[in-house]
């Protein structure tokens, strides 16, 4: 498999400390001392020009005067020499860099002359201002810090230096081991997508913790982070939950600070799990890297100690974790065999003298109940407890299920043997009754994210009949005009092309006509204000309710024009708008709506209606596209949601027309990036169905992109690219990106090629696809990465894959990696050719300018393929038995 861009840096040959010292207390002396102490096994070049040996180490006076190769060159000079450094760095060949030096702006002329010359010599940069990067496996500690990470499977990556460093001397005190260690700093170059990225596919971390203060790219994070979390659980601690956290965290890293609301529904949708502080970062990763499945979320605890078990149980009601209900058949078998007075409920309460017996005779029942999903053991140290003996009656209990067992052995000296006992059995255990139920509480969000994670869903506003050109002129009509917010006829307008029902509405420029208008509509009437500038018209008195005759309405019509010239006297004011009364008496009113996030761009609201809806503030957010699955979950979320069901005489809403808009709206967004706020408000719903009473839409110009869908954090199925064909011997074929459904079927096909195709496509020698490499194959997010499978059609179902071809893009943006594979069976029939052009023009439209690969030498079949297709064919400089083959896409 390809060497992943950022293994040189953290797996380096050899290191150069740029500005090591001999003087105590500085980062340069520190890195180097830390370089040696950590056991790094590789060389080691100081360079410094006023010293010839620092440490025991020869000191060389430039990096251009050591030894090559030096992949890794630990900076730590002075702020105007950083530059230069970094130059003299990729002259000499440098693959990567950490620069340490603080005092660099972000943004900065400097950061940006930094900046150029690593791209100038495909360099990848950590830093600038960073605590620096430690691969314990490997022995490299490349930090200033006075902390040496253990080795074991966290992988820790934050913008705050100072916090790896509290958080490696409080995982010492555990004995909590790390797989890599990053502070990002600047995070100019290499940021949390890269890393992420790396540390998807790292063998030795098997759970990522990040501590996040702000978002730059939003495409590259959600990229790196939906790749990490398909494999590997990705838990985030998020700084900034409030507005002063907020502008702290802006002023302290220079990244970009939304939405936590927001911030919290993207981690959601990438699969990723969301803590708020230390103690639950370590307590989630503690149970989800021990890669346990829940069937539900009903826990049911075991406990020597009632008031211990009251605090669980309290937690868990609290953060809304489902405690297990027992069955009469489970009292009566717990009633065999556990004293007269005990608890008879959830909690189990065994009583203060538990024994091991009763402990086990407990578990063997509630871990046998189908009402339980989980089970966490919890023992206080007391008189008569054998906490190892209990200890490992949990452990032998945990072997026999497959259901999650946690324990909570409270207390210090008297139980340390036994959680001894609980990390060498792999049962994962914590010190107190709300880090227990927080970690479960994590493992079930944990699942449900992961629900997200693969929904992909297929922008329908390109489907034949949809009218996407209408809305997009008026859209730029009204920006021609110099407006950026469309008028309530415009906006109804474009909802109605997107299949969203509007109430009908008319507008009149006088008063005699609004008379004519009222009896063609009829009575009551709502009448309104009519201007492209002016919203939240009540807020003026520009509404009129239950206008009931010809005299109220010519009444009506001057009282408002004159409210609003009163109110906004410069203000474009064309008339008055008409429409019916909507008095639905089973009626709920909502708000559907969209908004721009500073980070992830547009978000799709749902919630309460009406007037008051900032006051009640009753939202939740989604990230667009949007299907059925993820709609369903969005209604789920606010308040309001427990009033779309049936209670007292009121039926249930229509809950199907109210999902509809939600995904008329997404595709809406998807499809017109000129949109920055929809509201849809009141959107009254009933059982009949629902219509949109008021609409207003803001907009902007979207700019100029490749990318059709560069306004989204979420890149949508691309379904303009499926395309129905035939192969030259009659055999009916789609060609289509591939979808993570697509598993069993990648998995099939790759089990199906001879070892001579397996070992050209991978250069190895494969036998099958693990579990993380499926997940990476079929789970892609479009953005950064495509991957055209060709079907075979058996009338219309899908039958078995043909092929596939698929492209990564560089860290350049500029360019792409691809591979190819086609069954043995179909060998001849043009397909690698197909795949292969369809593959270079998405690479084409997405704005690539240049295809590569490596082929095997012995694979003359690609080679000539290659060749046919305009590749040039060179040998690669880093193997000769490989062939670098490239494209020019212009």
Sequence with gaps: ???????????????????????????????????????????????????????????????????????????????????????????????????????????????????????????????????????????????????????????????????????????????????????????????????????????????????????????????????????????????????????????????????????????????????????????????????????GKRLCIVTDGGGPAVIASDHANEIGVGLAELSPGAIERLDATLPRHWSRTNPVDLLEDATPERYRDALAVCLQEDGVDAVLAMLVPQAMTEPEQIAQTVIDAASETRKPVLACWMGDAQVREARHRFSDAGIPHFETPEASIEAFAALDRYQANHQLLVQVPGPAAFRPGRDVDGPRLIMENALTEGRDLLTNLESKAVLRAFDIPVVRTIEARTASEALVVAESLGYPLAMKVSSPTLTHKSDFGGVRLDVADAQQVRRAYDELIEAARTAHPDALVSGVTLEPMQHRIHGRELMVGISTDPVFGPVVNFGGGGTAVELVNDVAVALPPLNDFLADQLMARPRVARLLTAYRELPAVDMAAVRNVLLQVSEMVCALPHIRELDINPLIADESGVVAVDARIRIASPGRGADRYGHLAVHPYPSHLVKRTQLPDGTDIVIRPIRPEDAERERAFIDSLSPEAKYYRFMENLRELSPAMLARFTQIDYDRELALIAVRMDGLDEAEQLGVARYNIDPDGETCEFALVVADTVRRQGLGTRLMMDLMESARARGLREIHGDVLSENRKMLKLMRQLGFAVLTSPDDAGVKRVTRDLR
């Excluded at 959601?268 to 989800?288: C, D, K, N």
């Design 1 to 295: 498999m390809p060497r992943h861009y950022l293994e040189r840096l953290f797996e380096p040959r050899a290191v150069a400390v740029i500005g090591a010292s001999d003087k105590e207390d500085t980062a340069g002396n520190r890195v180097l001392r830390n370089l040696k102490d950590s056991g790094f096994e590789g060389s080691i070049y100081p360079v410094n020009p006023h010293h010839r040996q620092l440490l025991g180490e020869r000191s060389y006076r430039s990096i251009a005067d050591t030894p090559r190769p030096v992949d890794l060159a630990v900076i730590s000079t002075p702020t105007h020499a950083v530059a230069d450094v970094v130059r003299e760095c990729g002259e000499h060949g440098v693959s990567g860099l950490v620069i340490l030096t603080a005092g660099i702006d972000r943004d900065g002329a400097l950061e940006r002359r930094i900046l150029d010359h690593a791209r100038q010599y495909r360099m990848h940069v950590i830093g600038p201002n960073c605590l620096g990067i430690m691969r314990p496996r490997v022995g490299l500690n490349a930090t200033f810090s006075r902390n040496q990470a253990a080795s074991g499977g966290l992988a820790l990556v934050s913008q705050s230096g100072a916090l790896v460093s509290a958080i490696l001397d409080w995982a010492q005190a555990r004995n909590i081991g790390f797989s890599l260690t990053a502070s990002l700093g600047n995070a100019s170059d290499a940021d949390f997508g890269d890393l992420l990225d790396y540390l998807a596919t790292d063998a030795s971390t098997r759970a990522i913790l990040l501590y996040v203060e702000g978002i730059r790219d939003s495409r590259r994070f959600m990229s790196g982070l939906r790749a990490a979390a398909r494999v590997k659980p990705v838990i985030v601690v998020k700084a900034g939950r409030r507005p002063d956290g907020s502008r702290a965290a802006l002023s302290h890293s220079g990244a970009l600070v939304g939405s936590d609301q927001v911030f919290e529904a993207a981690l959601a949708r990438a699969g990723g799990i969301r803590v708020h502080t230390v103690e639950q970062l370590f307590s989630a990763a503690e149970i989800l890297s021990k890669g346990f499945r829940l069937r």
